[in-house]
């Protein structure tokens, strides 16, 4: 069964360095999106993409992040320069885009430290 | 302002049936998801409701109520294995998922 793929499965990084979260969609699908949990907190939205573009950002996703899709298969996410804060899993999901549910699927996520 | 509430946690016993709650106040409506969340790991796709009533999968089923805003997950045949957090997920109009904060249920011999 096809699935999401993520890595680095954990990163630990010092605080103002840029990171770079890499992530391989399920590889019919068309919309993606890049999720944060804090531990113990709620799954909260960062941002989607579609046709090579941002369709939907939240408040969260400010002028740190930047989203790309470098070529067929690869959707990255980019923290320029990290917060204490900024830890958290970061969950990468994609959809089809078709079908009557439209379910998003997630990868297993990056546990991103920063000390 | 958008909202979902659940539960924070909820305990059951091996083999019995527990029903958890979600209730949403949303910019609109595209669809109500449940999920399972192990701890330290991704969401998993538990079911999907659109229309009310009921829609049965295996030992889950999921209820949608549109008009009062009202979900509930039901699990029978409670397993250890279903220890889990199980997030409602509501899809609004812009197609964003609106997600709760979890229901963590603890499972008991």
């Known amino acids: 069964e096809p699935e999401v793929t993520q890595t680095p499965s954990h990163q630990v990084t010092q605080m103002g360095q840029e990171v770079i979260l890499r992530c391989v969609p399920i590889s019919n699908h068309l919309y993606f999106y890049w999720y944060r949990q804090i531990l113990g907190q709620k799954v909260e939205f960062l941002v989607s993409f579609y046709n090579n573009e941002i369709s939907e950002k939240s408040e969260i996703f400010d002028d740190q992040f930047s989203v790309e899709r470098p070529d067929g298969s690869n959707f990255t996410l980019k923290i320029r320069s990290t917060k204490l804060e900024d830890s958290a899993m970061y969950f990468c999901?994609?959809?089809?885009?078709?079908?009557?549910?439209?379910?998003?699927?997630f990868g297993p996520g990056t546990r991103l430290t920063v000390l | 302002g958008q909202n979902i509430d659940q539960p924070t946690e909820m305990t059951a016993t091996e083999g019995a049936i527990v029903q958890i709650n979600c209730t949403y106040q949303t910019s609109g409506f595209n669809g109500l998801f449940w999920y399972q969340q192990h701890a330290g790991e991704a969401p998993t796709f538990l079911s999907y409701?659109?229309l009310d009533g009921l829609e049965e999968k295996g030992r889950f089923s999921s209820f949608l109520s549109r008009s009062k805003g009202y979900s509930y997950l039901l699990l029978k045949e409670l397993q250890m294995k279903d220890s889990a957090s199980y997030l409602c997920?509501?899809?609004?109009?812009?197609?964003?998922?609106?997600w709760g904060a979890g229901t963590k249920l603890i499972i008991k011999p």
């Open positions: 409701n659109v």
């Open positions: 999901a994609s959809n089809s885009g078709t079908g009557e549910t439209d379910t998003q699927y």
């Open positions: 997920a509501v899809k609004d109009s812009n197609y964003q998922l609106i």
